[in-house]
């Protein structure tokens, strides 16, 4: 069985690919706290140590779960958390990255998690009314006071990336990609390696389309999150199974599952790439993992970049609403 090997984000050492855990919490319908944790230890037991997570996730219940799995073996995991939503019980409709929510945020995080210190602290979305200096300044703060480690950015624009590392160096860039989600390509990835910044995408499968899984509305709980995300609605949905059915097709050739492939080409990106698939399931991560045995020729990367390339995908990845909080 594959041991993910170890890549950069900056200064901070991570597995090759680490566990999303937004699904335990938030978002995709009910989940297990049991089967959450027996899968966080897994994923810890198989060398994967970077685990994910933000106070919204479940209006802070993702950080306390994370902190109870990992409570006898802290030393084990890599712990990022983000901050930056600051109505937690409610739609994500007010940022704030001022330094006195930012303070706050760190000590309730810490709190819920049970550890003196966060490894790698993210802003979740860029407060457009707050420079990013002062943002990062406190930060900063924080790093000096020994209770973060390394600093963060979630879905930042490349400008932002740089005055942000300019006042403090930043680890990591956590940002949507995947093979039907390409807005780093577009200067924000060249930006962050330009700086030395890491790259950490979420949802690198497409919030699970990629794996062939879902193809009508009935695959999805009447709670689950991605039925108002344009890409799974009517109309839309029917173009882009055709990507999925695409993509199935060519993982059979290769003898993997579609699911696979996609993580395989997030993967083969960069030595500077971490993705966090997410799932809290046993068998699931198993099967995340293995993508990292995979190795991808340079016309098959093509090839794969090609079938879901910017305006073959149908829809937004976010509704209007979210889509403005995004590369800010």
């Known amino acids: 069985m594959t041991t993910p090997a170890t890549r950069q984000l900056g200064e901070l050492a991570v597995s090759a ?90 000590e309730a995080s810490l709190r819920r998690l049970g550890v003196d210190h966060i490894d790698l602290y993210y802003q979740h979305r860029v407060d457009r009314r707050v420079p990013i200096e002062e943002t990062v300044g406190a930060m900063a703060e924080l790093v000096t006071a020994g209770k973060v480690r390394h600093l963060g950015l979630s879905e930042a624009s490349a400008e932002t990336v740089r005055r942000a590392h300019a006042v403090h160096p930043i680890a990591a860039l956590q940002s949507e990609w995947s093979l039907w989600t390409r807005d780093l390509e577009d200067g924000i990835a060249a930006a962050c390696r330009e700086l030395g910044v890491g790259l950490v995408p979420f949802s690198p499968l497409g919030r699970g389309f990629l794996t062939g899984r879902y193809t009508s509305m009935a695959d999805l709980s009447e709670d689950d999150a991605r039925r108002a995300n344009p890409r799974f609605a009517e109309g839309n949905l029917d173009r882009n199974l055709a990507i999925a059915r695409r993509l199935t097709e060519l993982a059979t050739e290769r003898g993997v599952t579609a699911g696979q492939l996609a993580l395989a080409w997030v993967q083969h990106q960069g030595a500077d790439v971490v993705p966090i698939p997410g799932t809290r399931r046993l068998a699931y991560l198993e099967e995340n993992l293995a993508a990292l045995d995979i190795e991808l020729s340079a016309e098959e990367l093509a090839e794969l970049a090609e079938l879901a390339a910017p305006g073959k995908v149908a829809g937004e990845r976010y509704d209007a609403a979210a889509l403005a909080f995004v590369n800010g």
């Open 17 to 106: 690919q680490g566990l999303g855990c937004m699904g335990m919490s938030h978002a995709y319908g009910a989940s297990d706290d049991r089967q959450s944790i027996e899968t966080i230890n897994h994923a810890l037991d198989r060398g994967v140590t970077l685990l994910d997570s933000s106070d919204f996730y479940g209006a802070g219940h993702n950080e306390e779960l994370i902190g109870r799995a990992v409570a006898v073996r802290r030393a084990d995991a890599v712990l990022a958390t983000k901050f930056g939503f600051a109505n937690q019980l409610g739609e994500p409709t007010e940022i704030r990255g001022d330094p006195e929510y930012v303070r706050q945020a760190c």
